[in-house]
């Protein structure tokens, strides 16, 4: 079976940093793209980044480019989101998806296909 267990969201401050961790079970992660998406209430899902499984290149959106990591842990079974100068727009629940990372022009998008159940991430003073 496979589960996604998401965990290191809480509150931080302005200009603060935070590390989200995605571990996986049922599965190896190193075999299969692996993204981050978030939602902010009212707002639509965004997908902010994504690892290929094959070269290890990495995706970012706009909105979180130089100041977001993706990374892998092959031996944990883990994926890592490192999140610095956080703003208090980063507020949402953070959830780490399985899927493609596919490339469309001079962009990327990923095919979401397992979720984790989602960690929220609070930036406010």
């Known amino acids: 079976q496979v589960q996604l267990v998401e965990s290191g969201g809480g509150l931080v401050q302005p200009g603060g940093s935070l590390r989200v961790s995605c571990t996986a079970s049922?599965?190896?992660?190193?075999?299969?793209?692996i993204g981050w998406v978030r939602q902010a209430p009212g707002k639509e899902r965004e997908g902010i980044s994504c690892?290929?499984?094959?070269?290890?290149?990495?995706y970012y959106a706009d909105s979180v480019e130089g100041r977001f990591t993706i990374s892998r842990d092959n031996a944990k079974n883990t994926v890592y989101l490192q999140m610095n100068s956080l703003k208090p727009e980063d507020t949402a629940v953070y959830y780490c998806?399985?899927?493609?990372?596919?490339?469309?022009?001079?962009?990327?998008?990923?095919?979401?296909?397992?979720w984790g159940q989602g960690t929220q991430v609070t930036v406010s003073s």
């Open positions: 049922g599965f190896t992660l190193d075999t299969h793209d």
């Open positions: 690892i290929s499984s094959s070269d290890g290149a990495t």
């Open positions: 998806v399985t899927g493609p990372c596919l490339l469309y022009g001079s962009s990327w998008y990923q095919e979401y296909a397992d």
